[in-house]
Structure formats: structure tokens, C-alpha cells
């Protein structure tokens, strides 16, 4: 028996640091301790879209789990799609896109108060910014079905459909082996309506087992089409409840934006407690179920934004010209891959989505605003050395002050009782510490 994956992507012409002294104070860069990538959701979706004017290659990966011969995906495309036009891609190209663009935790450590210093921002700043063939072409055709093109790529064999009347594609998937949830017709109508075409997809279990594979590749697809699109509904129709899609999205250009849902920037540049180091994972799932009921389930965030030719701080090295390529970017000039520039900027959006929630498809813009974004969070350690001055007093009364601001802070971003989390910061010891302390503990 077939199924379909658990998110069939349709597509429609696409798919501080702180201290408060009056003194000075010194800061220091950073660096990368932590990221919340796609692997902290159980079943998130990934999808990567190199676009320019256009054209766009289109990369899908599946969260399908079960046996690779009941995997099977349907998407609507804009046209009869050539073998020359679909490749098979590789995970770890959006692993790496995942990694590159994650939100990330960064530490920070103060200086010695006994030393002059210049003043960093402060620990609330940015916070809330917001089948006998002659016989089934003849079945095929009472159903106003029509095989236009059929072939193998890689893993998968693909068949390139077009039809009249979603009952009769429904009706065909079926007599072919795929278990259609209930509503499917209704969901397929619009997209007939429109003229578009449907590409399915199933695994070939001799190539499959053949190449050694343990999972199913991502899919990739080349085409032209004016509609900067993602629709999500087809997704919705066998889904048990809310789905986690993350959108890598890839342009010479810059931002891509949405165009009729709002696109919020997620929580970012807080400062938050030490503890959070050891359960950052825990920390950004509550944070982002947080802002997602904050903001009424009706929203995509944006996690990240910025030129692919650096990262401040890196949470993973920015992906080679070679890479870029491999994930879909098409319009890198001979030299730019030569010498290792490249023109790209990846604009990260994290969707939540439902069918109550989301009734349209997704559908984007390319912009030329090259603002940059990223969720970022900051832990800053307190001064652990022997201070021999008057600052003592003064810096660990402003430290215990920030230890506050973060506690406050830490309940809004992830609705943790103020509580809970004030029982798990080590409050600094206002006392004068001997010399020999942080020798001899």
C-alpha cells in the first residue's frame, strides 16, 4: 500500500552583553556555543528555494519515516517537467544551510572591573523585536488523466500527470496504488482549476536498494515561472495537527519577504542566565512555542537573514561557491566559483502552520533589502578573578542586578515560572572574596 509523506508540498510556480556601572566597561567578542537547528522538531519539513527573477530550483526534503516503498510525493508544478530538469540532491547540503543559519547562543565574559572598560549594550536591548500500459492509458484517459512524461532519477521514479477533474486524479492515484487521505479531490481542484501539472513521485527499489541508501534523498526541480509561491495546502491534508516547515530562501538580491501572511522577526538579542547553556535545545523550543502563542498562530518568523559570504557570530562555516551550486544557486559566475566569492543571501523563515490557521498558500517576494537578522542569544559570565580595587562592591551589586534582568526576561521569552528559574542562577556572593578563593575551590 502507498502513502503519501507526511508534508506533500505543493507547489505554485515555486515552492549584551551587560554591564551596569557608571564605569566603563569592555566587550569582549564573542563566540558560538550552541544553535537550534531543524533537529530540535520531531517532524519539521525543510524546503530550499534558489530563486532569481524567474527561475527557480526548488529542493524538498522529507521528514517521511516508514518503509521506503510506501513513500510516494505529489507536488503541482507549473509545467510537463524534463528528466533534465530534476536531479536528486544531497541532505547534507541543507544540513548545511540549516546549521549556517540556525539561531545560536553565544557567550560573552566580563572583564576586570579594575580595568578601564568601554560600555556594551544592555541585557534587555532588542528583545521582542518584533501501471499493461496500452490498458491503463485508456483508463487513464476516462479518468481525464494523461501520463505526460514518465522517468527515473536516481532513487525515484517520477511521473509527470496533468487532468481535468480532481476526482478523476484522485480516482487514478488510487487505482495506482496510493492511498488518498479523505479531501484530497477538494484540495486538488484549485490547482487543476489553474492548468498546473502534478509530479509524483515514488521510490524505485532497485535503485534504492542498489545505491546503499539509508534514507530517502532530497528532490530537486529547475523551472521557470512568474509565481513566487509555496503552497502548503496539499501538506494539510492527511496532518495530525500543527506542522513545523523551515524555508531556506536564496537570492542575489536579498530579503525574501511574504507577501499575505505577516513575517515576524522571532525574540532575539537577549541576554539570558548561565544555566541555559547546558539546555539551550529545551530553551528555544519554549521560546518559540512562546512567540508562536503570542502572536496568534497566524505568523511565520524570521530566524535569519544575511549574506552568505560571512557570519557574526558563526554558528557553522559559511557554505563554499561549490555548495551553493550543489543547493541550487544557479547564478554564480565561472569566476566567483573560481575564487571563492559568491552574491547570495539566505533569508531563513520558520512556519508553523495548520490547516485553521493557514488558508492560503504561502507566497513570497524577492526584496533588495540586505538588512541583516539573526536569532541570537547571549549569556554573559560575571568576572570570576580576584578583584583588587573598590569596584568589587559596585560591579557584583550591578551583576546581581543583571542576574534579575535575565531571570525576568528568561519567563517572558519562554513563560517558565520566574520561580523556577531564579532557583537555578548561582546569585554572585556580594561578600569581599579572600584572594586564595579561586585557588583553592
Not at 1 to 8: A, D, N, T, V
Amino acid at each position: 500500500m502507498k502513502y503519501f509523506s507526511r508534508l506533500l508540498i505543493a507547489l505554485l510556480g515555486a515552492v549584551a552583553a551587560v554591564l551596569l556601572l557608571a564605569t566603563p566597561a569592555l566587550a569582549f567578542c564573542g563566540f558560538y556555543v550552541a544553535k537550534a537547528d531543524a533537529s530540535l522538531y520531531n517532524q519539521a519539513s525543510q524546503v530550499v528555494i534558489a530563486r532569481d527573477g524567474d527561475r527557480t530550483v526548488l529542493t524538498m526534503a522529507n521528514d517521511y519515516q516508514g518503509a521506503v516503498q510506501d513513500f510516494a510525493l505529489v507536488v503541482p508544478v507549473p509545467g510537463v517537467l524534463k528528466q533534465e530538469q530534476v536531479r536528486v540532491g544531497e541532505a547534507k547540503i541543507i544540513e548545511r544551510l540549516d546549521g549556517f543559519s540556525a539561531p545560536r547562543l553565544v557567550e560573552y565574559f566580563d572583564a576586570n572591573p579594575c580595568e578601564v572598560y568601554f560600555p556594551t549594550r544592555g541585557a534587555g536591548d532588542g528583545v521582542f523585536q518584533s501501471a499493461p500500459e496500452a490498458e491503463s492509458r485508456g483508463r487513464d484517459r476516462s479518468l481525464g488523466v494523461t501520463v505526460e512524461s514518465q522517468f527515473t532519477v536516481g532513487e525515484y521514479d517520477i511521473v509527470i500527470l496533468s487532468a481535468l477533474e480532481s476526482d478523476g486524479l484522485e480516482t487514478w492515484l488510487r487505482q495506482n496504488g496510493y492511498q488518498i487521505p479523505q479531501g484530497a479531490a477538494q484540495l486538488l481542484q484549485p490547482y487543476i482549476r489553474q492548468g498546473l501539472k502534478f509530479f509524483v513521485a515514488k521510490v524505485n527499489l532497485a535503485e534504492f536498494d542498489k545505491g546503499g541508501f539509508r534514507s530517502l534523498r532530497p528532490l530537486m526541480m529547475a523551472y521557470e515561472s512568474p509565481r513566487f509561491m509555496l503552497p502548503i495546502r496539499l501538506g494539510m491534508i492527511n496532518a495530525q495537527g500543527e506542522q513545523d516547515l523551515i524555508i531556506y530562501l536564496l537570492s542575489p538580491k536579498g530579503q525574501a519577504e511574504l507577501v499575505n501572511y505577516r513575517l515576524v522577526k522571532i525574540p532575539s538579542d537577549a541576554n539570558i542566565p548561565e544555566f541555559v547553556q547546558q539546555k539551550f535545545p529545551e530553551f528555544y523550543r519554549a521560546l518559540f512555542n512562546t512567540a508562536h502563542q503570542r502572536e496568534q498562530k497566524k505568523v511565520a518568523f524570521l530566524e535569519y537573514a544575511w549574506d552568505m559570504g560571512s557570519c557574526d557570530p558563526c554558528s557553522a562555516d559559511p557554505l563554499t561557491p561549490e555548495e551553493l551550486k550543489q543547493a541550487g544557486v544557479f547564478w554564480l559566475t565561472p569566476e566567483q566559483l573560481g575564487n571563492g566569492s559568491a552574491n547570495v543571501f539566505i533569508t531563513r523563515m520558520h512556519v508553523r502552520y495548520s490547516r485553521d490557521r493557514f488558508p492560503e498558500d504561502l507566497r513570497f517576494q524577492e526584496t533588495g533589502n540586505r538588512e541583516q537578522f539573526q536569532g541570537r542569544y547571549v549569556i554573559q559570565h560575571p568576572y570570576k578573578g580576584e578583584i583588587a580595587c573598590g569596584a568589587a562592591q559596585p560591579y557584583q551589586a550591578s551583576v546581581r542586578e543583571r542576574q534579575e534582568q535575565e531571570i525576568q526576561i528568561l519567563a517572558r521569552l519562554t513563560g517558565w515560572p520566574t520561580q523556577e528559574i531564579r532557583q537555578q542562577v548561582k546569585l554572585i556572593n556580594l561578600e569581599p572574596q579572600p584572594w586564595w578563593r579561586q585557588l583553592f575551590n
